[in-house]
């Protein structure tokens, strides 16, 4: 399928969780590794963002990493003339829903603000040349609000975004379309569900559930852990944003979903069980450190997506079942014991001790 063919590449926050999964896949996959010369990293390195994200492929002579705040509009300004960009994958964000309930200040700066100052700078760089360029922002489900037991979000779902985080994707996947829409700029969006795989930093759902059952420390399950989420694997939402890039549609949203649901108590018991089994415990004894906690502030029942225009539109297919590379995921997550000291900076114990307080010694919180 002829597409657009992207050669110096910007992708912001790649020194998080899916920003470094989208750079190993834009540099090691071959489709994706040959037609780019040169990849530019910008990624402020918050308490979510760690450049041992991107060991090995930041050896790569194509790949410059630049520390720097998206909302600098100076330095971006620089970034897209220097090294002339002709292609975003926009992942810079403060993505933490619970981080966003307890003050929503950065989420507006860096989401919504950050967003904009990218979008502007690349309109102005740009004008003229769409047929050249193309800017992916990356954004969530939650932008969609909650579902009841049924049904799934497609593409023209409305917005009805519940936490603040939600509130602050959806106000910059606005502004992007209405980039599209005003100036000519060829922007995407893309709406994916959860995400699982290694890097997560551990303050969320599933790498929280995994280093806790093994350190012997608490499960807390929000409510009754009855909330649905949908899982891809970080791996295959990567992949579909390359698709994005190169196939996709200016002015178009895709929406990335597994179709793999799960509620959330189901999720954490099985994370449970494959701790157990990997560390050679009895079934069982992981289970008991389940406790439920009152609910999240406005903790939406049910995200599900419909992928068959991504499928249609993009030829894109998840290649990973749930079964198989959430097992994968898990023995990471323990292989990896020196990654896990490193993500965790004194702002990460902060928020912890802050969200569970009352009870330090056990305490550790989830999402998403
Ligand atoms: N994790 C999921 O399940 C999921 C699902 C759908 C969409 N998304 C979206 O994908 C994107 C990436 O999510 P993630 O889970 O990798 O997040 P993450 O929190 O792991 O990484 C975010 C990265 O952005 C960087 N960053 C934050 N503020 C910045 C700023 N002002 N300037 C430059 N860099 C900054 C951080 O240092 C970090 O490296 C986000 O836009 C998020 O909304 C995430």
Sequence with gaps: MAGFEPRRLLVTGAAGFI????????????????????????????????????????????????????????????IIADHEVDAVLHLAAESHVDRSIESADAFVRTNVNGTFTLLDVVRRAWEGRAASTRFVHVSTDEVYGALGPTGAFTETTPYAPSSPYAASKASSDLLALAYFKTYGLSAIVTNSCNNYGPRQLPEKLLPLMITNAAEGKRLPVYGEGKQVREWLHVDDHAAGLWLALTRGAPGHSYNFGSGEEMANLALVELVADLVDDELKRERGTSRRLL????????????????????????????????????????????????????VASDEHRRFQAVHYGARPARSEEQTP
């Excluded at 419909?306 to 079964?323: F, Q, V, Y």
């Excluded at 198989?324 to 990896?336: E, G, I, Q």
């Design 291 to 342: 406790e439920f906690v009152p609910d999240r502030k406005g903790h939406d029942f049910r995200y599900a997506i419909d992928a068959s225009k991504a499928r249609a539109a993009l030829g894109w297919e998840p290649e990973r079942k749930l079964a198989l590379a959430l097992a994968d995921t898990v023995r990471w997550y323990l292989a990896n014991a020196e990654w896990r000291k490193t």
């Design 19 to 78: 920003g470094s999964s989208v750079v190993r896949h834009v540099l090691e996959r071959a489709e994706a590794s040959s037609t780019v010369e040169r990849l530019v990293v910008l990624d402020a390195l918050t308490y979510a963002g760690h450049r041992v994200n991107l060991s090995g492929v930041d050896r790569d002579a194509r790949l410059s990493f630049i520390e720097g705040d998206i909302c600098d509009r100076r330095l971006v300004e620089t």
